[in-house]
């Protein structure tokens, strides 16, 4: 399972555009990269996911390099409700019968300061 | 549509009792993988369940157990609790792509958790 590495913490202001890069150097060929965000007493919620080059949904973007070695999930205008835990993942790639599993790391806690 | 259901979401129990946690998968989802989070880590991975067994474990004792029934529902079960296994239990769901290749990675749905204290 590629591990990965991520700032532990980060702060910004209400309305800024936020960055978070994580580390996955030993990333294998059919693995994808998905980020979570979790508040304090839930489970973790799904944000967005790629493989490569660039994917945007209605929430954030991922920005993934050709040697997929790290990836950054940009949030645009970030606002108070957007403090919160964010993970990435790596991994998950599918290999039959449902046989595999996520492994969170520690996570970066983003802090939205008004 | 009902997301991941757990029960219970709070309870107490003391140390060397047993527990059983039970989680109601997202509708269409067939796959049900258990975490544990301790306070200020992120979630830790115990097991998963497919058609009723299970796949993946990952480093937990044998205290820990669980099963998936036929209707993809499942429990957690903890025998002989210990202080240390006070925690917050997450259960996630997901769906396994079709076997024509592999078609992204699996996302998975979490629920609300239960939160575990052992004293």
């Known amino acids: 399972l590629a591990k990965t590495t991520q700032p532990i913490s980060m702060d910004s202001y209400e309305g800024q555009e936020v960055n978070i890069t994580c580390s996955h150097n030993n990333i294998a060929t059919n693995d994808y990269i998905t980020w979570y965000q979790q508040f304090p007493s839930q489970g973790p919620r799904f944000i967005i996911q790629?493989?490569?080059t660039k994917v945007t949904n209605e929430v954030a973007s991922l920005f993934i390099p050709a040697d997929r070695k790290s990836s950054t999930l940009s949030l645009p205008r970030v606002s108070l409700s957007d403090t919160a835990v964010y993970y990435c993942?790596?991994?998950?790639?599918?290999?039959?019968?449902?046989?595999?599993?996520?492994?969170f790391g520690k996570g970066t806690k983003l802090s939205v300061i008004p | 549509d009902a997301g991941v259901t757990q029960s219970p979401t709070h309870l107490i129990k003391t140390r060397g009792q047993q527990v059983t946690l039970r989680c109601s998968p997202k509708s269409g989802h067939d796959t049900v993988s258990w975490y544990q989070q301790a306070l200020g880590q992120g979630p830790q991975f115990i097991f998963q369940?497919?058609?009723?067994?299970?796949?993946q474990r990952g480093n937990f004792p044998d205290r820990f157990s669980g099963h998936q029934f036929p209707n993809y529902s499942s429990e957690l079960n903890v025998n002989a609790l210990l202080l240390g296994d006070s925690a917050l239990y997450l259960c996630?769901?997901?769906?396994?792509?079709?076997?024509?290749?592999?078609?992204?990675?699996?996302?998975?749905?979490f629920g609300a958790g239960s939160r575990l204290t052992v004293l």
């Open positions: 996630a769901s997901s769906r396994v792509p079709g076997l024509a290749g592999g078609t992204g990675a699996n996302v998975l749905t």
């Open positions: 993942l790596v991994g998950a790639s599918y290999s039959g019968a449902g046989s595999y599993q996520l492994t």
């Open positions: 369940y497919y058609e009723e067994e299970e796949r």
């Open positions: 790629g493989y490569k």
